[in-house]
């Protein structure tokens, strides 16, 4: 799985939110720079990234970060997307193989946990901003929710209709944050998580309950 320092360095246009890919060249870098800054400096926790060392970082003025984000917390939140984007890359491989669904699907949530608390001060710092994240950072908050639907929806069951898959994904999307905290804060272990989310997967892709129209 990607270290953090990847994760900073990870380049794909392709990969961008669309408002982000629809940026001109010359802003398009400049978003990069931010980003791959700020997540370097997330790194060591939430109150060391601080928009000053990220501009320098980056290269840019402090007011320049806020022409592309509305605050500190909304920073992260892309930060955050970043590195789902990074982790899910990596994890395609791995569950190319697999073809039980179940188990690809446990599979996810055991290698985006165990990824995400190896860096703990950086897991702090971006489920912090994206929970906690206003109204104003609404568009990131919303890139991050899809790009974990996209991860936890990868079921590849024929049986179960494109749009419940998607609706899986973006529960477990949820549910993932949320309980990761708890693995990050000692409160759980990465298998505990991973069996209890997995039962509840089971359970869903097992029944046969139609998405509403």
Same mark, same amino acid.
């Given at each position: 799985?990607?270290?953090?320092?990847?994760?900073?360095?990870?380049?794909?246009?392709?990969?961008?939110?669309?408002?982000?890919?629809?940026?001109?060249?010359?802003?398009?870098?400049?978003?990069?720079?931010?980003?791959?800054?700020?997540?370097?400096?997330?790194?060591?926790?939430?109150?060391?990234?601080?928009?000053?060392?990220?501009?320098?970082? =980056?290269?840019?003025?402090?007011?320049?970060?806020?022409?592309?984000?509305?605050?500190?917390?909304?920073?992260?939140?892309?930060?955050?997307?970043?590195?789902?984007?990074?982790?899910?890359?990596?994890?395609?491989?791995?569950?190319?193989?697999?073809?039980?669904?179940?188990?690809?699907?446990?599979?996810?949530?055991?290698?985006?946990?165990?990824?995400?608390? =190896?860096?703990?001060?950086?897991?702090?710092?971006?489920?912090? =901003?994206?929970?906690?994240?206003?109204?104003?950072?609404?568009?990131?908050?919303?890139?991050?929710?899809?790009?974990?639907?996209?991860?936890?929806?990868?079921?590849?069951?024929?049986?179960?209709?494109?749009?419940?898959?998607?609706?899986?994904?973006?529960?477990?999307?949820?549910?993932?944050?949320?309980?990761?905290?708890?693995?990050?804060?000692?409160?759980?272990?990465?298998?505990?998580?991973?069996?209890?989310?997995?039962?509840?997967?089971?359970?869903?892709?097992?029944?046969?309950?139609?998405?509403?129209?």
């Amino acid at each position: 799985m990607p270290y953090i320092k990847d994760v900073a360095g990870l380049w794909s246009r392709g990969d961008d939110p669309r408002h982000v890919r629809d940026l001109s060249a010359g802003r398009h870098q400049r978003r990069h720079r931010i980003v791959s800054a700020a997540v370097t400096l997330a790194a060591d926790g939430y109150d060391a990234v601080q928009l000053r060392l990220v501009a320098e970082d =980056a290269g840019v003025s402090t007011s320049t970060i806020y022409h592309y984000f509305s605050s500190k917390d909304d920073l992260l939140v892309a930060c955050f997307h970043r590195w789902i984007v990074a982790n899910d890359l990596a994890i395609r491989a791995e569950l190319a193989p697999i073809a039980d669904p179940t188990e690809r699907l446990r599979r996810v949530i055991y290698r985006m946990t165990e990824s995400l608390c =190896a860096a703990t001060p950086f897991a702090q710092a971006v489920c912090r =901003a994206y929970l906690c994240a206003d109204h104003t950072a609404a568009a990131n908050t919303d890139h991050v929710r899809e790009a974990l639907s996209m991860v936890f929806s990868g079921l590849d069951r024929s049986d179960i209709s494109p749009r419940l898959q998607q609706d899986i994904g973006s529960l477990f999307g949820d549910c993932w944050v949320i309980n990761a905290l708890s693995v990050i804060h000692g409160r759980a272990t990465v298998a505990e998580l991973q069996d209890r989310l997995a039962r509840t997967a089971a359970d869903l892709m097992t029944s046969r309950l139609s998405p509403t129209t």
